[in-house]
């Protein structure tokens, strides 16, 4: 199936670890996203990479950090888990371009719950 | 810059009534304007999109949007409501001249009664 695929779904952890979320798609696409979805359902960009290039760095605490390996991935890690990053993280992809025309495909996110 | 307002953020109606779910957008350039649905605990699904072609879209699952530049909505209709409709819906704007950004309204939750 051509999609975008998120690990894991659900994610429970303590306060203080260290965890990451991955994503990959097999659209062919070359621009991919990271979405975070607050309690209230509110959606609202982190970053985004384009061909494994950051190009957008929204106000995002530093112990969030992107990676990319290929332009078919981008993983994220988050360092010292707070109480406050519980949300649901969606990746996205788009190719280069095209999101003014035809959006983005998104995953089916991961519910990040801090205890 | 660019900007969403969804009117409602709650929305119930029955079962075989209409939908309309409100949305107003600001933009600096001509947008492309988007209707996305979450079904609990599920991903986005993009319905419709409009991009400067007809103002009047269709989508998917029945419904359709009508884009107003004079008013700078984009509501969002569906003739008659089903069961299966009942989800989180966003509108969201995209600029050409920051093509890598969409920006999300906050969301109308649509409650189906039988």
């Known amino acids: 199936d051509t999609a975008v695929s998120q690990t894991p779904k659900y994610l429970v952890t303590q306060m203080g670890n260290d965890k990451s979320i991955k994503c990959e798609q097999n659209?062919?696409?070359?621009?991919m996203y990271w979405y975070k979805q607050d309690s209230k359902k509110f959606l609202k960009i982190m970053f985004s990479?384009?061909?494994?290039?950051?190009?957008i760095n929204e106000t995002v605490p530093n112990r969030f950090s992107p990676k990319s390996p290929d332009k078919a991935h981008l993983n994220l890690h988050i360092n010292s888990l707070e109480l406050g990053d519980s949300a649901v993280y969606f990746c996205?992809?788009?190719?280069?371009?095209?999101?003014?025309?035809?959006?983005?495909?998104f995953g089916s996110g991961t519910r990040l719950t801090v205890v | 810059a660019q900007s969403v307002t969804q009117l409602d953020s709650h929305v119930s109606v029955s079962e075989g009534t209409p939908v309309l779910l409100r949305c107003n957008y600001s933009?600096?350039?001509?947008?492309?304007l988007f209707w996305y649905v979450q079904h609990p605990n599920k991903g986005l699904q993009l319905l419709l999109k409009y991009t400067s072609a007809a103002t009047l879209v269709k989508g998917i699952n029945g419904f359709e949007a009508e884009f107003k530049k004079s008013e700078t909505s984009f509501h969002l209709t569906k003739p008659s409501a089903h069961m299966s409709d009942a989800a989180e819906y966003f509108c969201?704007?995209?600029?050409?001249?920051?093509?890598?950004?969409?920006?999300f309204g906050a969301g109308t939750t649509v409650t189906v009664r039988a």
């Open positions: 933009s600096s350039y001509s947008p492309s």
């Open positions: 996205a992809s788009s190719r280069l371009g095209q999101s003014f025309n035809y959006g983005y495909t």
């Open positions: 659209l062919g696409h070359d621009t």
């Open positions: 990479y384009n061909n494994k290039e950051l190009i």
């Open positions: 969201v704007v995209s600029e050409g001249a920051d093509d890598y950004k969409l920006s």
